[in-house]
């Protein structure tokens, strides 16, 4: 520690740090507009200058380091002078656009002119008429504000890893756009927004639509991925007006995507259900609440007793809160009897646990935010990290930026291979054999601590499996150099302090079972604790759904059965998800869900699933409702009634226990008991919670497992390739498409084309194809470009409209779902 | 054995001369020597710039030391016929002292030369800068065999700090306390870089040394690689210096072909390689920390300090950045040692300093002096005094950083520690004179346009201030200049240079608070007078013909491109202000002082004031 003394107090400082950092810290402000807590030091505004005795010169306190002894004054005559000058001088040039710029009240310029600035000007000078940018996305700009502090530039290249922004031209005349002025084209992640201290930065949904003492300010969970963010939400008269990110709170720090600041939205969508629905004359009608639950209760009773318990079953919502999925298991269970229940968890998450499970006798292993910070190799394996997970991903390129090796093999150019220090440009699906491969030739060259390593269960039977991949094997599978193989392999074995992540949701379907096998194998033959296995949960609530019991505990019937065997259920019970425009193969689903006896579709908007039902019920979403959610991490976030209903859309949990009520039974009195219910429930089964972050001691068994490449289909025909889904960066699951914001942004199912194949198979940029596989047909916009190999298509699955799903097959046991498509002219 | 040559003759291939026409004296020379078949006996060489500008092209012969000037191809038969044949040097091209016009045969005679000490520019025009056999011929690279093989780097550190060399680029920081500071820091690479960026409009000091002895930059690199530890050099030059970039190349791969540049450098176990970067146009890139984040491939914008570069340069390794001259004088202070250094100079300011000396001088070229000589002596005795007998008014030393000093100092000795006193900084060594035709606001001006034009845009006194402070000169010199002016420029001034982050903004208002302070009656006739004494402010002038002293010889009339100028022979003539554009031809043509500037409202008649209310009601 180092002792230093600011305006006469003595105060102690890590050494490394800067003035500002050690003023800050110990509640001395030094007035600065350019410093961010992410960034290197800028020090262009100047205003943080400061006296240091012994210096001659004004010093720049962001960037000066302390020292021992170090004496600073903050606010003598000198200092003081220069600072008012250098408002005066900045105030000169900025128009007075207080009356109309949206940043009046929470402007910093505003701020420091208030507190240190001249009340007058000695100078006169012609206001700056640059044309306001109202033409990107999203991001509105107005160069004329802007006080070029480089926040927004600096933010966007070294923090974000974009570098959208930049500082064009010299002097007096420079300002900031994008390259050549052209229209911004960027992630839209609305970082830059937030750090703009004035309003030379915007939201154009946010554009004129209220002052800021209008508006009252809530912290809530954001409810798109598992990451679990804190936003700061801005509210007037019961609307959401905007979201913001802010320093130091919540688990991102204030760092925000696209879709936590911008996807709220979706609650205003026209497409919102307000009242129940009942088919009626073949139509859905409006009906009051208790009709239609007398409906289903009626209809429930009567199914039960004529085919029994197991013909009734139910799917859960990984977006739903862990009240609502609780109460619709104990539904299930208690009222109906049945252990029926399942989620799309099941087609991602479920099969990474699983083979946690197989791998190292743990059933639970929930992400630890700060692991990648600590590591000085990360090894991402077939996995879009910085899309399905943004914010969590910043850590994976602040890591790099530290020194820390980042290896991606994906066969994509996701903004993660382009910022690694190795992308391995793998075929889609062969992760498995390149860990293989890797783990192979650490053995055959002794790269590993035999001694350690050898008495774990399955050794010898796993290092005779892997012995097939040789060099020469592997690089024939995975299509990568015998050298990058063995350079990694070898830079794997040599680098201490590893970290191997996969993404566990079912988005990208170019992985099995056996990816995370053979990750904690590796990691095993390395030496490392399987808690460097990253396998981040999908969605805000998927690790809460799954803590709830929303799978089949004993023998019931998951949602292969449920939804893809005609003639396995007779009544379904669907809560916050639309199986037939999400999960692979959707006409199949539809079909088997027209042969129900009983729909009931329990969501936020009339989806396709519930254009089928035969009662739809209209649920409270997120911010209009309290509730629980348990994000990637384990941690026990909420969620708070911050808006009222739309119109008499109700809490899912609530709709559970009303039903419940009126077929005699009490599943839970109010959302505490639930809650409390819950706490039981996990305590029973051995977790404990730390602080509001769930943990469960369970007993390591780790142990070596075969892991294979299993692919269903390979392209043959010339006009054949793979399809491989994904996520794209400013959309999550199937609720972001409700978001207008996020939509202007990006608001198609793009197919992502090669120019090799698309030169190939006749085929141009920007126009329809024809896209078939064995089990449908869909037409889709190309994009030609060369982030996607030869042989390879990419399209995201976020958009129900393009109903891409119908193209996909239903993956079985170990297989990878990679689809083989074929492309013709649309 | 091989014939060695009776008769060298080296041509001045400096930028200057090469313009004036210098290679195609060559051409003629060589064409003339071959005919008369004496290629074998009498070699012409190519050196870099030889430093009298004025009296380009140059040629040299050797071994006698005759200086042959203003040379044309048609001059190239007669010597060869006349020197070289027969042995009667050429008096009608040799060097003509001004006021008797008697011939100066001999350059070091030449009171252009006579006063100067080569020591940086050692090997000016005497060496072809394109080989590395010349330069090593002239003692060349035995400082850095010496330095690698002989000396510990804390020795050499010890030399280059008795020395009491100091960094020629400006700044004047010790050379070998920066070198030391840098050496103690343990880092696996570290950069030594030489900074050729020479911004400053007018200077050529360091594109003379790059081109004209390009290896003894390398040698210099070479010992201060090894004195702090570097692992790779860098050589940063302005794009706009392609010959410089050339012959700098052509160095380095010399160099390396003979195993002074490279891996394990004379067996020494010291590894260093140079190579080239070229900037882009922009001066703020000559900011020591601009400059490495333009190697970096980054916008060139310089950051706060500390931390400083010696600690956390390029790529955040510890890197030394130095100017050109001050490589330049490293070597011989390894072969002479710090006392032979120190015998010239001051205490302070040890050693000499190149100058580029420009403006309203006789004699405009390149000098090297020692420092401590009287600014006098270097304006009259090796500058020949001012052009067409006019009067001294003030020099600029620093360019756009730097400032005037007046007539009244002109004996402050050229050091770091005494020009400061005036206001002034010795800078790079760019030196304008100026006579009583400039104007010192449209000097300060003109420097100002100059800094706020190449500021980075980064920090908010520079980006803003400079331009505000420009404004204000603009009014002033357009006669909407306004009392409180100058002292808002003087305050404006001082905070600009206290919150600046870096040289350019610290030192831009330089030039106009040097003006303001010796020439402040200059700024308050354009303020209050609106008049430009000098005449160079158009909008701020009257020119009249006094007809008391007009003696009616007509020079001004026929120098008029407006024909605003009338008058009988031996009559008092008289301009008509209708039609003069205020070019000032007259004025500078009249022999008698006869042609006079007054106050931009000289002749205005007096409107008639505006009638009262009641008047007009009656």
């Known amino acids: 520690m180092i002792n230093l003394k600011i305006n006469g107090k003595e105060i102690q400082a890590k050494d490394g740090s800067t003035i500002l950092k050690a003023a800050l810290d110990n509640g001395i402000y030094i007035p600065h507009l350019c410093w961010d807590r992410r960034l290197e030091p800028y020090g262009g505004c100047r205003l943080c200058i400061v006296e240091v005795e012994g210096q001659r010169r004004l010093i720049t306190s962001c960037a000066a380091p302390v020292e021992e002894g170090m004496v600073v004054w903050t606010e003598t005559p000198k200092v003081v002078k220069a600072r008012k000058t250098v408002l005066e001088l900045l105030l000169l040039y900025h128009p007075l656009d207080c009356p109309i710029c949206d940043k009046a009240g929470e402007c910093e310029l505003q701020d420091l002119a208030f507190k240190y600035g001249p009340t007058e000007s000695r100078f006169t000078a012609k206001r700056k008429r640059e044309p306001e940018r109202l033409d990107s996305p999203i991001v509105e700009r107005n160069p004329n504000r802007c006080v070029l502090c480089g926040k927004c530039v600096n933010l966007c290249r070294d923090h974000q890893g974009v570098g959208a922004l930049a500082i064009i031209g010299r002097g007096f005349k420079a300002k900031i756009s994008p390259a050549f002025e052209e229209t911004l084209d960027c992630e839209f992640c609305g970082q830059c927004i937030d750090a703009c201290p004035v309003g030379a930065l915007g939201a154009k949904p946010y554009r004129h639509r209220s002052r800021v003492w209008y508006m009252d300010e809530y912290q809530i969970i954001c409810p798109y991925c598992g990451c679990g963010c804190t936003t700061n939400i801005s509210v007037r008269e019961g609307k959401i007006i905007r979201a913001r990110g802010k320093e130091a709170v919540g688990i991102n720090d204030g760092n925000l995507c696209s879709k936590g600041r911008f996807g709220f939205d979706f609650l205003y969508s026209e497409k919102r259900l307000t009242t129940p629905l009942i088919r009626k004359e073949g139509e859905l009608r409006p009906a009051p609440w208790d009709e239609a639950l007398r409906f289903i209760a009626e209809r429930l009773e009567i199914i039960k007793n004529t085919y029994g318990p197991s013909s009734i079953g139910a799917i859960g919502s990984q977006r739903c809160t862990v009240e609502d999925n609780f109460m619709l298991q104990r539904f299930m269970r208690e009222v109906i009897g049945t252990d029926n229940i399942d989620s799309g968890a099941r087609f991602g998450f479920a099969r990474a646990l699983e083979a946690l499970m197989e791998s190292s006798g743990l059933d639970y292993m929930p992400v630890d935010w700060q692991k990648p910070l600590e590591k000085s190799l990360l090894l991402v394996i077939e996995s879009d990290i910085t899309a399905t997970h943004p914010v969590w991903g910043l850590n994976f390129l602040q890591a790099k930026r530290r020194g820390a090796y980042l290896i991606t093999a994906d066969s994509r150019q996701t903004k993660l291979a382009r910022h690694s220090t190795h992308w391995l440009r793998l075929k889609p699906g062969t992760g498995v054999a390149l860990l293989n491969g890797i783990a192979n030739y650490i053995i055959e060259n002794g790269l590993f601590d035999k001694d350690r390593v050898s008495g774990i269960k399955g050794f010898s039977e796993w290092t005779n499996h892997v012995k097939r991949f040789n060099l020469k094997e592997t690089s024939q599978i995975t299509g990568l150099p015998e050298t990058t193989i063995e350079e990694v392999a070898r830079l794997i074995a040599s680098t201490p302090k590893r970290l191997i992540a996969l993404s566990s949701g079912a988005s990208e379907n170019n992985k099995s079972k056996d990816h995370y096998i053979a990750s904690a194998n590796l990691l095993m033959l390395l030496g490392e604790e399987i808690d460097n296995l990253q396998l981040p949960a999908e969605f805000s609530n998927t690790l809460g759904l799954w803590l709830s019991g929303v799978r089949p505990l004993k023998d019931g019937k998951t949602l292969k059965d449920m939804l893809y065997k005609e003639g396995s259920l007779k009544a379904l019970y669907i809560m916050g998800e639309d199986p037939v425009t999400v999960f692979p193969d959707g006409s199949t689903i539809e079909r088997n869900l027209k042969n129900l006896e009983l729909l009931i579709v329990q969501d936020i908007v009339l989806t396709e699933t519930a254009r089928l039902a035969h009662v739809v019920l209209p649920a409270s979403a997120w911010a209009e409702k309290d509730g629980t959610f348990i994000g990637m991490t384990g941690l026990e976030q909420k969620i708070t009634k911050l808006l009222p209903d739309q119109g008499d859309s109700t809490p899912d949990w609530k709709i559970l226990r009303n039903l419940a009520r009126i077929m005699g039974y009490e599943i839970g009195r109010d959302i505490n008991s639930v809650k409390e219910d819950f706490k039981k429930k996990l305590s029973a089964e051995g977790y404990i919670l730390e602080g509001s972050r769930w943990k469960k001691p369970q007993r390591l068994e780790p142990s070596f497992r075969i892991a294979d490449l299993k692919v269903k289909a390979r392209p043959e025909k010339p006009q054949e390739v793979y399809l491989l889904t994904g996520n794209v960066l400013q959309h999550s699951g199937v609720l972001s498409y409700l978001s207008k914001t996020l939509d202007s942004a990006v608001a198609d199912a793009v197919l992502t084309i090669n120019e090799e194949d698309a030169k190939r198979l006749n085929i141009k940029d920007d126009t329809f194809v024809k896209v078939t596989s064995p089990k449908g047909s869909v037409y889709l916009k190309t994009r030609v470009t060369d982030e996607v190999p030869e042989g390879v298509a990419f399209a995201p699955l976020h958009f129900p409209h393009a109903r891409l799903n119908t193209l996909l097959t239903l993956p079985s046991d170990g297989e990878i779902p990679l689809e083989v498509i074929e492309i013709s002219k649309g | ?618």
């Open chain 2, 1 to 618: 054995m091989e014939k060695r040559p009776r008769i060298t003759l080296m041509l001045c291939g400096g930028t200057g001369c090469i313009a004036g026409g210098s290679l195609k004296v060559k051409e003629a020379f060589e064409k003339e020597l071959a005919q008369k078949g004496l290629t074998d006996e009498i070699n012409i060489v190519l050196t870099g710039c030889n430093g009298f500008c004025a009296e380009g092209p140059i040629g040299i012969v050797y071994p006698d030391d005759i200086f042959y000037e203003k040379l044309t191809p048609d001059d190239a038969k007669i010597i060869v016929q006349e020197h070289f044949i027969k042995g009667r040097p050429v008096e009608r091209l040799m060097y003509k002292e001004p006021v008797k016009k008697h011939a100066i045969p001999v350059m070091n005679e030449i009171p252009f030369f006579k006063h100067q000490v080569l020591r940086a520019l050692r090997n000016k025009g005497l060496i072809d800068p394109e080989r590395i056999e010349d330069y090593i011929a002239r003692d060349g690279y035995m400082a850095a065999a010496k330095a690698l093989l002989e000396m510990t780097p804390e020795e050499i550190i010890r030399e280059v700090k008795n020395s009491g060399l100091r960094g020629r680029g400006g700044a004047g920081f010790p050379t070998g306390l920066k070198w030391e500071l840098c050496s103690k820091v343990k880092s696996e690479l570290k950069f030594i870089l030489c900074n050729g960026d020479e911004g400053d409009p007018g200077a050529f000091m360091d594109r003379s040394i790059m081109e004209g002895d390009p290896h003894s930059v390398l040698e210099g690199m070479i010992i201060a690689g090894k004195a702090i530890g570097a692992t790779k050099g860098y050589i940063y030059v302005r794009a706009e210096y392609p010959l410089a970039v050339k012959r700098l190349q052509i160095a380095i791969e010399q160099a390396r072909e003979k195993g002074l540049l490279g891996e394990d450098i004379l067996g020494s176990g010291y590894s260093l390689d140079i190579e080239i970067y070229q900037g882009a146009g922009a001066f703020v890139c000559g900011e020591e920390t601009a400059l490495m984040r333009s190697i970096e491939g980054k916008r060139g914008m310089p950051r706060p300090r500390p931390p400083f570069p010696v600690y956390k340069g390029l790529w955040d390794k510890p890197s030394v950045l130095n100017n050109v001259e001050t490589f330049a004088n490293v070597p011989p202070i390894i072969l002479h040692g710090a006392e032979w250094f120190r015998s010239l100079g001051t205490e302070k300011s040890p050693g000499t300093k190149v100058f580029a000396l420009t403006g309203a001088i006789n004699n405009v070229g390149l000098i090297e002096v020692p420092m401590g000589i009287p600014l006098r002596t270097i304006i009259y005795d090796i500058g020949g005094g001012i052009k067409k007998g006019r009067k001294f008014k003030a020099v600029q030393l620093g360019g756009p950083s730097g400032g005037c000093i007046p007539e009244h100092l002109l004996d402050t000795p050229v050091t770091y520690e005494d020009i400061v006193q005036t206001g002034a900084i010795v800078g790079s060594g760019g030196m304008v004179v100026m006579d009583d035709l400039n104007c010192m606001v449209s000097v300060a001006k003109f420097f100002l346009e100059f800094t706020t034009d190449e500021s980075c845009g980064k920090c908010t006194p520079c980006r803003i201030g400079t331009k505000v402070m420009l404004d204000i000169l603009t009014d002033i010199t357009e006669g909407r200049g306004k009392d409180g002016d100058i002292e808002t420029l003087e305050d404006l001034a001082k905070d600009i240079i206290a919150a600046s982050l870096c040289g350019l903004g610290q030192t831009a208002p330089n030039p106009v608070l040097t003006t303001i302070k010796y020439f402040r009656d200059e700024y308050e006739s354009h303020i209050y007078e609106k008049w430009c004494k000098a005449g160079v402010c158009r909008s701020l002038v009257t020119f009249y013909i006094d007809p008391s002293t007009c003696t009616g010889c007509g020079a001004c009339a026929r120098v008029c491109p407006q024909k605003a100028i009338s008058g009988e022979r031996k009559k008092p003539h008289s301009i008509d202000q209708s039609l003069c554009i205020k070019c000032r031809q007259c004025y500078e043509t009249c022999k008698f002082n006869s042609v006079k500037t007054g106050p931009r409202d000289m002749f205005k008649k007096e409107e008639p004031a505006e009638p009262l209310e009641e008047e007009v009601k009656r």
